[in-house]
């Protein structure tokens, strides 16, 4: 199985600043990912797929990039809507695979 | 407005079956891949299974965890997707959650699970 790899598993920033997030493959994914963001007592909700293309509605400081073993999610400049928890997940091959996890939280 | 809405969760003991519903309303179940994700307390998701669509004859696939154990079906007449759990363990205890993924086969027409139920808890106890 691929396994997925986040890091970090969890951060602290403020409003306003830049955050990355990494998302590793156990082995080349070509660009078959997807990233979600949960927040407490909601379901996960669909940001990006295809590594890079974001889903419609989702504001454009969110960007995803990578392909083969690494990617990363970007969000240029924190808004307070945006604490949350964010996973990526690969779709090449079953089993289907999230990752741990990455909680964004207030500093 | 297109939605999911998973019901039939609640307290089973170990060795235990329970069948999850998933009803859909504002698009057709059977134009769409069907997956289920679960997420136990304090957890990150694991995705427990998949049904493709009636186009490609409602095939399924399930993580290892659950093989045996697990088996997804769907019923078109009512547009909704089922789980049926048995032989419970303790480790199954996790919000189960239906989400809707692609309309064709192979991973270039998958754009996310894009439509996602609120989720059903299940809790496995003696």
């Known amino acids: 199985d691929i396994q997925m790899t986040q890091s970090p598993s969890s951060l602290s920033a403020s409003v306003g600043d830049r955050v990355t997030i990494t998302c590793r493959a156990s082995q080349g994914i070509s660009t078959w990912l997807a990233w979600y963001q949960q927040k407490p ?19 454009s400081r969110f960007s995803g990039s990578g392909s083969g073993t690494d990617f990363t999610l970007t969000i240029s400049s924190l808004q307070p809507e945006d ?14 695979i999230f990752g741990g996890g990455t909680k964004v939280e207030f500093k | 407005e297109v939605q999911l809405v998973e019901s039939g969760g609640g307290l089973v003991q170990p060795g235990g079956s329970l069948r999850l519903s998933c009803a859909a309303s504002g ?8 997956d289920w994700v679960r997420q136990a307390p304090g957890k990150g998701l694991e995705w427990v ?22 088996t997804i079906s769907s019923d078109d007449s009512k547009n909704s997707l089922y789980l049926q759990m048995n032989s419970l363990k303790t480790e199954d205890t996790a919000v189960y959650y239906c989400a809707r993924g692609q309309e064709a086969l192979g ?7 894009d439509v996602w139920g609120q989720g059903t808890t299940v809790t496995v106890s003696s």
Do not use: W
């Not at chain 1, 604490?83 to 090449?92: D, E, K, L, N, S």
């Not at chain 2, 698009?27 to 069907?34: C, G, I, K, V």
């Open chain 1, 41 to 59: 007592g909601k379901a996960p909700k669909s940001l990006i797929y295809s590594a890079s293309i974001l889903k419609s509605g989702v504001p």
């Open chain 1, 83 to 96: 604490f949350a928890t964010y996973y990526c997940q690969h779709y090449i091959d079953y089993p289907l």
């Open chain 2, 27 to 34: 698009f057709s179940l059977s134009d769409h891949y069907m």
């Open chain 2, 49 to 70: 299974g998949r049904m493709r669509n009636k186009a490609n004859s409602y095939t399924t696939e399930y993580a290892a965890s659950v093989k045996g154990r697990f």
């Open chain 2, 107 to 113: 991973p270039a027409n998958f754009y996310g699970m």
